[in-house]
């Protein structure tokens, strides 16, 4: 963030993703075209509106991260953990399990303990994160159904991510100034993050997602706020205050409950 902005940096590195995963899109795009019924506008308009999704939950997250600590934004995002069966009630009007909710209250007490505690003292990049996970939640609400719908995973990863770095670039050529070398400054982060988080990553979850429910995906998911915790302190110098570490636990223990006490419930059903 020291080097370009966030719209432009999110633009390269998911470009770079597209480079990643074309060879491998091109293949499924040979085995779609022998079907007899093959994925028309409607398809078409689904991966679009994920592109944008991603480059909203993306440019969000970015942005916050340039005035919060990783730990943070790595734990404010895996706020889409329990959004996730909350998004499918609105939108499905599939009744969540009596669990969301006071798993979902607790992740709200544990950011205000993440913050520090005290008054209404979220900061704004804590804002911008909190703004992006809603993003992701319904990122990862459609992925896998429209994935399983089209059934060429590599295909629509690469045309979401070319959606999302051609809108993030061409939006950052409006509003941000780009310079030579400042890419060359941010060169090994845009190169990290564009060939394997997105390349490899975010492909993963979309081939994944075809085979694992939206819910259960957003948890196995969420083992990312240890890691962004883990390398915060380990690369960035991130310190926790007492109540800091407490936060942390609370979210991390609300969005593992959310998963686990349904299918405890199921299998005690089961028994009897």
Known sequence: ????????????????????????????????SRREVRPG???????????FLLALGAVFQQIGIGSTTITNAGFLTA??????????????????????????????????????GGGVSIGVGDTWVIAGSLFWALHVFFVGRIAERIAAPFIVACAQFF???????????MTETFVLDGVWQAALPILYSGLLSVGFAYTGQVVGQRYVPSADAAIIMSGETLFAALFGFLLMGD????????????IFTCIIAVQLMPLMEARRTARV
């Open 1 to 32: 963030m020291d080097g370009v902005g966030p719209l432009t940096f999110t633009g390269i590195r998911f470009m770079l993703g597209v480079c990643v995963v074309a060879p491998l899109a091109w293949r499924d795009w040979r085995l779609i």
């Open 41 to 51: 506008w409607p398809e078409l308009r689904a991966v679009v509106g994920l592109g």
């Open 79 to 116: 706020l889409y953990v329990p959004l996730v069966p909350l998004i499918s009630w609105l939108i499905l009007r599939e009744r969540p399990h009596w669990s969301v909710w006071p798993t979902s209250l607790g992740c709200l007490v544990g950011t205000w303990m993440l913050s520090g």
């Open 163 to 173: 959606v999302c770095g051609v809108l993030c670039l061409f939006l950052g050529s």
């Open 239 to 250: 310190r926790l205050n007492s109540m800091g570490i407490m936060g942390c636990i609370l």
